[in-house]
């Protein structure tokens, strides 16, 4: 455990402490702190969730920007810590910091804790916020302990709570290439209908796009194929069936046109409920991440303007970042179709630290892909885009961008010429 001795003093608190700070205010943020400009932000948002300021040159200091001559002072570590959502400099050294004597069998015997929970709680229905923050609070533990994830899934995927809330709920798509891709499997071989194959089948073929493995794409679609759509099912699962026939028609290089109109088809005949639907349950929120991601940008902007109307933002429980990933996406389509004004003043609105937690890495990534497409870039943004491909995998988006850079450099030439 780190020894905070003589707290008053910043120069007693060990550097170990300042990178831990650093780490966690990076993490809430969205992405690493490399320019004047995300020091600002950082500043503002520091602002609004504390009411406490924390002065951007200090930040720039703080995070390496600039020489700092003197440590920070305890202050601006207590307002940090706030930030992170830690009550005190000891609360969050020891939630970072794994005591030397916390061996692995106390973490499994709450692991076992966990799955109990999961496998002996009443749950309400399935917007029961207290038993979701419980979800979600295991989740945080399992991205700590990946270890530990295997047996998890394993245990909750016989139970009713965990189909419902842990896979079907929380999807966790910056670990669709890692314990919860896996984990997938669990679900699919556990629960037979239609409606679960295709929606777990689905999401491994959009991994398999993502990671550019057209081998697993064809042999998971295989799977969706035999599948039929019916109307018992529920609106994300159809989203989630046409986004897998876009990933597998672009991955081969398959015509799109029937795609498109058949989602349109039976999109026009969901009725949505006002008193069940959630943006983050619909169609519209399933699909159009398919969409852009297979650069079909104008039926993209016709699903996401859809859902802005069709699911208000306080009609939700869920994490406001489902609404920021949207925005995200429509600021995108727009850049593609010819609407940068427009795409700039929505990309000036978003930050990282908004973006849906299960999701988080995954939107950084296409922001910062906006922000190359808008000529808002540069070195350091650039390197961080590359670290955040190579930590999840997403080699696709990798190599989208280079097509992108690509077709400007010919229509360039092409003008010149």
């Given at each position: 455990?780190?020894?905070?001795?003589?707290?008053?003093?910043?120069?007693?608190i060990?550097a170990e402490?300042?990178s831990i700070?650093k780490n966690?205010?990076?993490?809430?943020?969205?992405?690493?702190?490399v320019?004047?400009?995300?020091?600002?932000?950082?500043s503002?948002?520091?602002y609004f969730?504390?009411?406490?300021?924390?002065n951007?040159?200090?930040?720039?200091?703080?995070?390496?920007?600039?020489?700092a001559?003197?440590?920070?002072?305890?202050?601006?570590?207590?307002i940090?810590?706030?930030?992170?959502?830690?009550?005190?400099?000891d609360?969050?050294?020891?939630a970072?910091?794994?005591?030397e004597?916390?061996?692995?069998?106390?973490n499994r015997?709450?692991l076992?804790?966990?799955i109990?929970?999961?496998?002996s709680?009443?749950?309400?229905?399935?917007?029961?916020?207290?038993?979701l923050?419980?979800?979600k609070?295991?989740?945080?533990?399992?991205c700590?302990?990946?270890k530990?994830?295997d047996?998890?899934q394993?245990?909750?995927?016989?139970?009713k709570?965990g189909?419902?809330f842990y896979?079907e709920?929380f999807v966790?798509i910056?670990?669709?290439n890692s314990?919860?891709?896996e984990?997938l499997?669990?679900y699919?071989n556990?629960?037979?209908?239609p409606?679960?194959q295709?929606?777990?089948?689905s999401l491994?073929c959009?991994?398999?796009?993502?990671?550019?493995?057209h081998s697993?794409?064809?042999?998971n679609?295989?799977?969706?194929?035999i599948?039929s759509?019916?109307r018992?099912m529920?609106?994300?699962v159809?989203?989630?069936?046409f986004?897998?026939?876009?990933f597998?028609?672009?991955?081969?290089?398959?015509?799109t046109?029937r795609i498109l109109?058949e989602?349109?088809?039976?999109?026009s005949e969901?009725?949505?409920?006002?008193?069940s639907?959630?943006?983050?349950?619909?169609?519209e929120?399933?699909?159009p991440?398919?969409?852009?991601?297979?650069k079909h940008?104008e039926e993209?902007l016709?699903y996401?303007?859809?859902?802005f109307v069709?699911?208000?933002?306080t009609?939700?429980?869920?994490d406001?970042?489902c609404?920021?990933?949207?925005?995200?996406?429509?600021?995108?389509?727009?850049?593609?179709?010819g609407e940068?004004e427009?795409?700039?003043?929505?990309?000036?609105?978003l930050?990282?630290?908004?973006?849906?937690?299960?999701?988080?890495?995954?939107d950084t990534?296409?922001?910062?892909?906006l922000?190359?497409?808008?000529k808002?870039s540069n070195?350091?943004?650039?390197?961080?885009?590359?670290d955040?491909?190579e930590e999840t995998?997403?080699?696709?988006?990798?190599?989208?961008?280079e097509n992108d850079?690509?077709?400007?450099s010919s229509?360039?030439y092409?003008?010149?010429?």
């Amino acid at each position: 455990m780190i020894s905070i001795e003589n707290i008053s003093n910043p120069k007693n608190i060990k550097a170990e402490l300042y990178s831990i700070i650093k780490n966690e205010a990076e993490e809430t943020f969205g992405r690493r702190l490399v320019t004047s400009k995300d020091c600002i932000q950082l500043s503002e948002e520091i602002y609004f969730k504390t009411a406490f300021r924390i002065n951007s040159n200090t930040l720039r200091r703080f995070f390496g920007l600039v020489k700092a001559e003197y440590p920070p002072s305890v202050s601006t570590l207590n307002i940090l810590t706030r930030y992170c959502g830690f009550n005190s400099l000891d609360e969050i050294a020891g939630a970072k910091k794994v005591p030397e004597n916390y061996h692995q069998k106390e973490n499994r015997n709450f692991l076992n804790y966990l799955i109990t929970l999961f496998k002996s709680t009443q749950v309400k229905d399935t917007n029961d916020e207290t038993f979701l923050a419980l979800v979600k609070h295991t989740i945080t533990f399992l991205c700590q302990n990946p270890k530990l994830a295997d047996k998890f899934q394993r245990a909750i995927v016989k139970t009713k709570n965990g189909h419902e809330f842990y896979f079907e709920q929380f999807v966790h798509i910056d670990k669709i290439n890692s314990f919860y891709g896996e984990g997938l499997r669990y679900y699919i071989n556990e629960k037979k209908t239609p409606e679960t194959q295709i929606f777990g089948y689905s999401l491994l073929c959009q991994r398999d796009w993502l990671i550019n493995d057209h081998s697993a794409l064809k042999k998971n679609f295989e799977h969706i194929k035999i599948q039929s759509l019916s109307r018992a099912m529920r609106s994300f699962v159809y989203g989630k069936y046409f986004a897998a026939h876009l990933f597998y028609a672009d991955a081969f290089g398959l015509d799109t046109e029937r795609i498109l109109i058949e989602a349109y088809q039976v999109h026009s005949e969901i009725k949505p409920s006002k008193n069940s639907y959630k943006l983050f349950q619909s169609f519209e929120y399933t699909f159009p991440i398919a969409l852009v991601l297979t650069k079909h940008f104008e039926e993209a902007l016709y699903y996401i303007n859809y859902a802005f109307v069709t699911y208000p933002e306080t009609h939700s429980y869920m994490d406001q970042g489902c609404y920021k990933k949207m925005s995200l996406l429509k600021a995108i389509a727009l850049t593609k179709t010819g609407e940068e004004e427009y795409a700039a003043k929505i990309f000036n609105q978003l930050r990282p630290s908004q973006f849906y937690f299960l999701s988080k890495k995954m939107d950084t990534i296409l922001y910062l892909l906006l922000a190359g497409y808008l000529k808002k870039s540069n070195y350091k943004l650039e390197k961080q885009l590359m670290d955040l491909i190579e930590e999840t995998g997403f080699i696709k988006l990798q190599l989208l961008k280079e097509n992108d850079f690509a077709m400007q450099s010919s229509l360039s030439y092409s003008k010149q010429s």
